[in-house]
């Protein structure tokens, strides 16, 4: 299985900061990365496919980059209601896996 | 509008069996994957299996192979993930997602999920 990491575990940022979060893969999986957003109790809601590309209706201010194994999700000014947690995960390859998520709070 | 609808809440005892399901609407639902993600309490999100409504080709996760089945009825645009027999450790929140097809026997990243199924297995 490829594994993903993230990088940090958990953030604390202000309204208005800019976050950048890192997911590696332990190996290369060319753009087939997803990020994810998920809220206390609340199903998951996707941001970006292909590394780079806003889902319908995604704000913005959500961007992705990256490509290989190492990519990144930018929020370029907070919202109260980004507080959350956001997950990468990969589909190159089956199994699909997630990384173990980044916990963004309120600081 | 595309929309996934899961079944309500389970509360099951170890041994016993289940299916719970999930429907899709406002889209073909042949054309598109299905995919089954688990989220233990407090845990991060794993993913379980896929499975491509069209022509029920499945892939399931190591971790979850002969543990779960993943099946689908076309002719309600409905997909299932069953267990024969629950244990405490199936304890958690299910929840499907629609994935398109980016390639001959390939799906691509999650673009709807459905709202969770809480599963609680305990004697």
């Known amino acids: 299985d490829i594994q993903m990491t993230q990088s940090p575990s958990s953030l604390s940022a202000s309204i208005g900061d800019r976050v950048t979060f890192t997911c590696r893969a332990s190996q290369g999986i060319s753009n087939y990365l997803a990020w994810l957003q998920q809220k206390p109790g609340k199903a998951p809601k996707s941001l970006i496919y292909?590394?780079?590309n806003l889902q319908s209706g995604v704000p913005s201010r959500f961007s992705g980059s990256g490509s290989g194994t190492v990519f990144a999700l930018t929020i370029s000014s907070l919202e109260p209601e980004d507080f959350a947690t956001y997950y990468c995960q990969q589909y190159y390859t089956y199994p699909q896996t997630f990384g173990q998520g980044t916990r963004l709070e309120i600081k | 509008e595309v929309q996934l609808v899961q079944s309500g809440v389970e509360v099951k005892k170890p041994g016993e069996s289940l299916k719970i399901s999930c429907k899709g609407s406002?889209?073909?639902?042949?054309?598109?994957?299905i995919g089954w993600v688990r989220q233990m309490p407090g845990e991060g999100l794993e993913w379980v299996g896929i499975i491509y409504p069209g022509d029920s080709d499945t892939r399931y996760s190591p971790s979850f192979e002969g543990q779960v089945t993943i099946s689908v009825d076309n002719s309600i645009s409905t997909a299932y993930l069953q267990w024969s027999s629950l244990q405490a450790s199936d304890t958690a929140i299910y929840y499907c997602?629609?994935?398109?097809?980016?390639?001959?026997?390939?799906?691509?990243?999650?673009?709807?999920w459905g709202q969770g199924t809480l599963v609680t297995v305990s004697s």
């Open positions: 292909a590394a780079s």
């Open positions: 406002g889209y073909s639902f042949t054309n598109y994957w």
């Open positions: 997602s629609r994935h398109e097809v980016v390639a001959v026997l390939y799906a691509g990243p999650p673009d709807h």
